[in-house]
């Protein structure tokens, strides 16, 4: 099977669930359904890794230390790019290194997503001009200040309109079920909440 190649962004003051949340729903995914199959990566549609500026152990919120599996310059092409938010997205908007990073590796994606205020590196990178999108509840007014073109939808967890945004933490295990739900279908997004023993629910506003 040809995995398609999952990249979720990580970097000091990364929110956990942010990054972990949608690492668990695509790498627990599986094509055919039952606790069995999730054993070996027979049936599992995505390949999954973590990338950050530097090969360094990154600190998320709460003190978390995670290795990156790649750094910029060794990460492979991505199919998905996957930018989680939390506190250290706010020394990153500044950040020119990063912010090429993302618009380089957005324009050979298929696919843009965030979660929480993921979207303002996605905003800060104008990725997000003239789309619908979300972000924390938090940062809804950065988020317009970024970009005044940007039209913000306070009240969705997902929102789809080219690029995927999501509201804050948990909301990214949603964002993650809504694009294994375009690819594979909602049966398997289903089973993978059922296997996470995790309830889908919030609106999404699709373009």
């Known amino acids: 099977?040809?995995?398609?190649?999952?990249?979720?962004?990580?970097?000091?003051?990364?929110?956990?669930?942010?990054?972990?949340?949608?690492?668990?729903?695509?790498?627990?995914?599986?094509?055919?359904?039952?606790?069995?199959?999730?054993?070996?990566?027979?049936?599992?549609?995505?390949?999954?890794?973590?990338?950050?500026?530097?090969?360094?152990?990154?600190v998320a919120t709460g003190g978390l230390r995670v290795i990156p599996d790649y750094d910029f310059a060794t990460a492979p092409p991505m199919d998905l790019l996957v930018v989680p938010g939390g506190f250290g997205?706010?020394?990153?908007?500044?950040?020119?290194?990063?912010?090429?990073?993302?618009?380089?590796?957005?324009?050979?994606s298929g696919r843009v997503t965030s979660v929480c205020t993921g979207a303002l590196l996605l905003a800060q990178a104008g990725?997000?001009?003239?789309?619908?999108?979300?972000?924390?509840?938090?940062a809804l007014e950065l988020l317009a200040s970024l970009d005044p073109t940007i039209r913000i939808e306070p009240t969705a967890r997902v929102v789809k309109d080219g690029i995927t945004t999501s509201a804050g933490v948990s909301a990214g295990i949603d964002m993650a079920l809504a694009v294994v739900a375009d690819l594979h279908g909602e049966a398997v997004a289903d089973e993978t909440a059922r296997y996470m023993d995790y309830i889908r629910g919030g609106t999404a506003s699709v373009s």
């Open 1 to 58: 099977m040809q995995q398609l190649q999952v990249g979720i962004f990580i970097f000091d003051e990364v929110e956990v669930l942010d990054f972990a949340g949608p690492f668990e729903v695509f790498s627990r995914t599986r094509l055919t359904p039952g606790v069995a199959s999730r054993r070996s990566e027979e049936t599992a549609p995505f390949h999954v890794f973590t990338v950050a500026a530097e090969g360094r152990p990154v």
């Open 89 to 108: 997205t706010r020394a990153l908007l500044h950040d020119t290194a990063v912010l090429d990073w993302i618009r380089r590796t957005a324009a050979g």
């Open 127 to 138: 990725l997000l001009a003239g789309r619908r999108a979300t972000t924390h509840w938090g």
